[in-house]
T-cell receptor
Framework: AQSVTQLGSHVSVSEGALVLLRCNYS??????LFWYVQYPNQGLQLLLK??????LVKGINGFEAEFKKSETSFHLTKPSAHMSDAAEYFC??????????FGQGTELSVKP | GAGVSQSPSNKVTEKGKDVELRCDPI?????LYWYRQSLGQGLEFLIYFQGNSAPDKSGLPSDRFSAERTGGSVSTLTIQRTQQEDSAVYLC?????????????????FGSGTRLTVV
């Protein structure tokens, strides 16, 4: 069975600081991995996805994530946080069946 | 339409009443999913439609929950005899994928959700 663990339900950073949101997965088969963002009162938007090509994946709004098989991790980073990055972020894993399993989410706050 | 539309955006209901939640997917999207987002928890899969059929209903939490899709378009999620633990945001997503496996490539588009509060 697949699962996703997001470390830290709340992360707070200062504007301009590095953003690091942690995600570890468990999968018995090569996984497909995703990061989604949810702004208040909106649906989820895809930030980026890993589908067994390059291990460093670049997404929208300056975010990127690196797939590390040895660490079973897919952490999300952004070099410099903006106020507009404040939102909830979800990591998700899928196998070839296409069924998405989501983590519990990490709420990112950005302080001026 | 331009996006996935869900209605109502907010619903407050009394315990024991039935509720219907509606999802209008993007035109042409044959795949449709319902998820539930409870406070402090991640998204929980409920049901997957391809066209009008539901090959995967494994996430429906009890027989009080049902869903249908007509004309390969609009879907309705019905919760009968609502309980307080049903309070959550119910999200709908659609995809161009013709099979579930294709959703990895095509991805999902999510609606803004219906916030259900059972009092």
């Amino acid at each position: 069975a697949q699962s996703v663990t997001q470390l830290g339900s709340h992360v707070s950073v200062s504007e301009g600081a590095l953003v690091l949101l942690r995600c570890n997965y468990s999968s018995s088969v090569p996984p497909y991995l995703f990061w989604y963002v949810q702004y208040p009162n909106q649906g989820l938007q895809l930030l980026l996805k890993y589908t067994s090509a390059a291990t460093l994946v670049k997404g929208i709004n300056g975010f990127e994530a690196e797939f590390k098989k040895s660490e079973t991790s897919f952490h999300l980073t952004k070099p410099s946080a903006h106020m507009s990055d404040a939102a909830e972020y979800f990591c998700a894993v899928s196998d070839l069946s296409g069924k998405l399993i989501f983590g519990q989410g990490t709420e990112l706050s950005v302080k001026p | 339409g331009a996006g996935v539309s869900q209605s109502p955006s907010n619903k407050v209901t009394e315990k024991g009443k039935d509720v219907e939640l509606r999802c209008d997917p993007i035109s042409g999207h044959t795949a449709l999913y319902w998820y539930r987002q409870s406070l402090g928890q991640g998204l929980e899969f409920l049901i997957y439609f391809q066209g009008n059929s539901a090959p995967d209903k494994s996430g429906l939490p009890s027989d009080r929950f049902s869903a249908e899709r007509t004309g390969g378009s609009v879907s309705t999620l019905t919760i009968q005899r609502t309980q307080q633990e049903d309070s959550a945001v119910y999200l709908c997503a659609s995809s161009l994928a013709r099979t579930r496996q294709e959703t990895v490539s095509y991805g999902y588009t999510f609606g803004s959700g219906t916030r259900l509060t059972v009092v």
